[in-house]
């Protein structure tokens, strides 16, 4: 990583409140050019807290894009960190429409040329798609990464209309832990307290809202830009990594968008591909962003339409692994997706019918869901996982490139009325060691359609077709390409109360490859990674980085497993304002091999914020759990909020949610 200290301009750092048509105020961080020029916006727009939470990576784009010649501003969502406000359901109709006003507001500052472009990760990502779709006449173009156009079928929630154990509670639990957090009063001063209250008043734990959402409805089609791409008009660079559960989307954005858009999908996990984490190899990502904002914000002509619609990894084949620096492969371009340099190519399974009914414990080693860059991310040898399903092999007599999402119909039959089909591809090398390559699901409920619930016909046979994941792999000869077909994938997806498992008949099933002609192309290059001065946030050792990312353990007279799971989202660091900033979340999911209803998820988070020279130390103790039986989830939250020694806080809630399609 190359740190640059020297700019085309200096640059001056103010926080403003920018103020809403309701009054409230919503907390900004602004890094200007030294210039009496005006000069185009860009916009990072998330509930994450610019004071400290995502502080680090601020420091790293937003003063580099300022001494390029841009205005970057990094707001707070409405009732989180310095901002004013209740907080409220993520996306909500709120908080895009405050986005709009915010960009608006960008637009008439006489600092401003009146063109504002959007970027971000993950939330970022998320509502500069959705502002877009909004279509503010300011904002000409974005750039979204890791995100997400179908916030049903392809976020937190569900997978192939299957709830995701793994990470809606997760991700649940994290929120409700950050949103429990007060402002800052180095900030805004003596009614930190009053406002924190107030925002603890409005918190309700977001797993109520997903969990009564359980198919493809009005909730999710609301910030789902697929539901109509021709309403945005701005120009998209969509960013995605191969490791990161979004890359469909780029995809999906390159095939429908209207407008000018590009697409670039790496071989990263949930992080900006400048980080240089793993896996790599990292790219300057900011010059490669500055040549799309200097196109379309300044009408500079910098080449970035000249190249393909499409950028895309192919990894070469590697063996299993949890973490690699970086990964061998280069890249392809292709024109336009569908691509036609890409032939779907069917395998036909073989053999005679095969009963698959998986342990509950399969998936233990699917590895984690977001793979942030840590040690034991991803999916470890797959053979344990190949033994508990039905497995179908094919040789490989020359190298088979895969670029796209593979394809399984698989003729089934059942004696319950629900069940759930997961399949993987996995690369297999001659020592036998099995590489996961990528993966699929579909609640068998919801063969006909994420809205809707069709129970299955019990005893009767019918073939379902779905899509598995997007990636980039190439086969070697000698190699063999295994598609693994399992009942179960625990915790990624919650099992099905009465799942029994299904007989699978290879007579007309199959899987599809998306097989990709043509060489690497050793002309798309990308500058190394740049990025503007650190904060100079200090990262104290501690005890708890002794903890094992991810154990398993086995009660084998129970037939108990249980995954626990360290995130590993920040520990302990102090800013240079003075703060210390310290978080630990533990995630626990335990199940009975033998039995779908002792599913069990709970997550624990602790932060504590404390200012000692202003003798403010407040902290947050959360705990969230989900069980179930074969009516109902049942959810069980809490959270104590302490002023000091000082309870200021409690509450539980305690809820049943009706078991109606997951």
């Known amino acids: 990583m190359q740190i640059r200290t020297s700019f085309p301009y200096e ?24 210039t009496d020029e005006p000069v185009p916006v860009l916009l990072e727009y998330l509930p994450y807290r610019l004071s400290d939470w995502t502080a680090p990576r601020d420091f790293q784009r937003h003063p580099w894009y300022a001494g390029h010649g841009y205005a970057s501003v990094r707001v707070d969502v409405r009732g989180h960190g310095n901002s004013e406000g209740m907080p409220g359901d993520e996306y909500s109709p709120a908080e895009l429409a405050d986005g709009v006003e915010v960009v608006n507001w960008l637009a008439a500052q006489p600092w401003s040329t009146g063109k504002v472009g959007m970027f971000g990760i993950s939330w970022g990502g998320f509502n500069s798609l959705q502002i877009a779709a909004l279509a503010p006449e300011p904002l000409k173009a974005i750039v979204t990464v890791c995100s997400t156009d179908d916030r049903y079928d392809n976020d937190v929630h569900y997978m192939g209309g299957s709830v995701l154990a793994v990470d809606m509670h997760a991700w649940a639990s994290t929120m409700l832990a950050f949103v429990s957090r007060p402002p800052d ?10 406002m924190w209250l107030s925002r603890l008043e409005a918190v309700d734990p977001f797993i109520h809202t997903w969990l009564d959402h359980q198919t493809r409805d009005a909730y999710w089609q609301h910030g789902s830009v697929c539901e109509d791409y021709s309403a945005i008009g701005a120009a998209v660079l969509a960013v995605g990594g191969f490791h990161d559960p979004y890359r469909d989307t780029v995809l999906r954005l390159v095939e429908h968008l209207p407008g000018d858009v590009r697409g670039l999908i790496g071989p990263w996990s949930h992080q900006y591909p400048d980080r240089g984490l793993p896996p790599g190899p990292a790219i300057g990502f900011l010059q490669e962003t500055l040549r799309w904002w200097d196109h379309h914000l300044k009408g500079v002509d910098t080449g970035v339409m000249a190249e393909p619609k499409l950028r895309s990894w192919i990894s070469d084949s590697h063996p299993p692994a949890t973490v690699y620096d970086e990964l061998p492969g280069g890249w392809v ?24 009914n998986s342990p509950q414990h399969t998936g233990l080693d699917a590895g984690r869901y977001f793979p942030f860059g840590n040690d034991a991310d991803l999916p470890p040898d797959q053979r344990d996982e190949d033994a508990k399903s039905a497995c179908f092999e094919f040789e490989v007599p020359s190298a088979v490139r895969i670029l796209g999402r593979p394809k399984v119909t698989l003729r089934l039959a059942m004696d319950t009325p629900s069940g759930q089909a997961i399949a993987r591809v996995c690369d297999v090398a001659p020592d036998g060691s099995s590489t996961l390559v990528t993966r699929g699901v579909l609640n068998l409920s919801a063969r ?13 046979t019918e073939d379902v077709t779905f899509e598995l994941n997007a990636i980039g792999h190439t086969f070697p000869p000698g190699h063999k390409i295994r598609l693994a077909v399992s009942s179960a994938y625990w915790p990624w997806i919650w099992p ?28 798309i290059t990308f500058a190394a990674p740049e990025q503007s001065e650190p904060l100079g946030v200090v990262y104290p050792a501690t005890l708890d ?5 991810r154990l398993v353990v086995r009660d084998v007279a129970k037939g108990e497993w249980r995954l626990e799971v360290d995130p590993r989202y920040g520990g302990t660091r102090v800013y240079p304002d003075g703060l210390e900033f310290t978080e630990d979340a533990v995630e626990t999911y335990t199940i009975n091999e033998f039995d779908p209803l002792s599913a069990r998820t709970r997550s624990d988070w602790t932060i504590r914020l404390h200012r000692p020279e202003l003798a403010w130390d407040v902290s947050i103790v959360s705990r969230s759990e989900i069980t179930c039986d074969a009516a109902d989830f049942i959810t069980s939250n809490e959270v104590v909020c302490r002023e000091g020694d000082e309870v200021v806080f409690h509450r539980t809630w305690e809820k049943r949610i009706p078991r109606t399609a997951g």
């Not at 006909?448 to 009767?460: A, S, T």
């Not at 980085?545 to 990312?549: G, I, N």
């Open 11 to 34: 640059t001056t750092r103010e926080d403003v409140l920018i103020p809403l048509p309701d009054g409230t105020r919503l907390y900004a961080r602004v890094w200007r050019p030294v």
């Open 185 to 194: 009063p180095l900030f805004v001063g003596d009614r930190w307290r009053d």
């Open 333 to 356: 371009g292709d024109p336009s997706w569908p691509s036609p340099n890409v032939t779907p190519t069917p395998y036909a399974l073989q053999g005679a019918p095969v009963i698959v």
């Open 448 to 460: 006909n359609g994420r809205d809707r619930v069709d129970p299955w016909p019990v005893g009767e």
């Open 496 to 523: 099905q109360a009465d799942s029994a498992g299904f007989v699978l008949d290879p007579v007309g099933s199959a899987l599809e490859l998306p097989v990709r002609e043509g060489d690497l192309d050793p002309a």
């Open 545 to 549: 980085e002794l903890r094992p990312e």
